[in-house]
């Protein structure tokens, strides 16, 4: 569900970069983002034909892996930390990548920003926690963890692509060629409603919902936690 919708965001930021900046301030909203609603009418086509794996409401990240590595399954909605996993499954699995199929054609897919790690400002060791950190964002120690689990480098003196898996590959060359929107979790400043939002991808996958009544529920709980948070505009 959550890898789904970070592909749908990296869409949305693709054909309008200033997508978030409205949503943000309120301006518009999800209803009014075509490809937004194309995507999800596009997941409701999906369930009535049947495309999803039978066990989709039981199936384990770790069942989805061996699924794809056995051919099981022809494809998976995941992040790039995903191959690595398939890969020990099968290390000859030929594993690809491509982006959500839309209606235009275009290309992109959202990058996330880089994880932040913060000392506490009562540690009783806070200049032993400074030392480890300069340790493990030293350039030697960068370049050792990404070769032993090679992936998009967020270092411009570091590269790995040489020693990625193919779908790795493919990945890099979409981050090259700039086809790459902001990942709506840094965008976005509403705070994600996670189980009303597990709950509507649920109702949608099942049938319960159609794409337009998913699409209503999504605003309607984005709004109330945009109001809990106090966000000025909502």
Do not use: C
């Not at 949305?12 to 978030?20: C, E, F, T």
């Not at 032993?148 to 020693?163: E, M, R, Y």
């Not at 700039?178 to 400043?189: F, L």
């Not at 319960?208 to 936690?225: C, G, L, P, R, S």
Request: charged letters at 25%.
């Amino acid at each position: 569900m959550l890898q789904h919708r970070n592909a749908v965001n990296g869409i949305l930021g693709g054909a309008d970069p200033q997508v978030w900046d409205k949503l943000n301030k309120n301006e518009i909203q999800w209803k009014d983002i075509p490809d937004f609603v194309e995507q999800y009418k596009q997941v409701e086509d999906w369930a009535k034909k049947g495309y999803f794996n039978k066990d989709l409401f039981t199936g384990t990240y770790e069942k989805q892996q061996q699924a794809l590595a056995k051919g099981d399954a022809a494809m998976v909605i995941q992040g790039g930390f995903f191959v690595p996993e398939v890969l020990k499954q099968d290390p000859n699995a030929q594993i690809g990548f491509f982006p959500l199929p839309n209606k235009d054609g275009e290309e992109s897919i959202a990058l996330s920003g880089g994880t932040q790690v913060f000392i506490a400002k009562n540690s009783k060791h806070p200049e032993e926690a400074k030392d480890l950190l300069r340790f493990i964002t030293d350039k030697e120690q960068a370049q050792s963890a990404l070769e032993q689990a090679p992936g998009i480098s967020p270092f411009k003196d570091i590269d790995v692509s040489d020693k990625m898996p193919e779908a790795m590959k493919e990945v890099q060359t979409f981050v090259n060629t700039g086809k790459i929107a902001r990942h709506g979790d840094d965008a976005y400043v509403v705070p994600m409603p996670y189980d009303d939002l597990v709950a509507a991808y649920t109702e949608l996958l099942a049938g319960k919902i159609t794409a337009d009544e998913f699409v209503e529920k999504h605003q309607d709980i984005y709004a109330k936690n945009a109001k809990i948070a106090k966000i000025p505009g909502f």
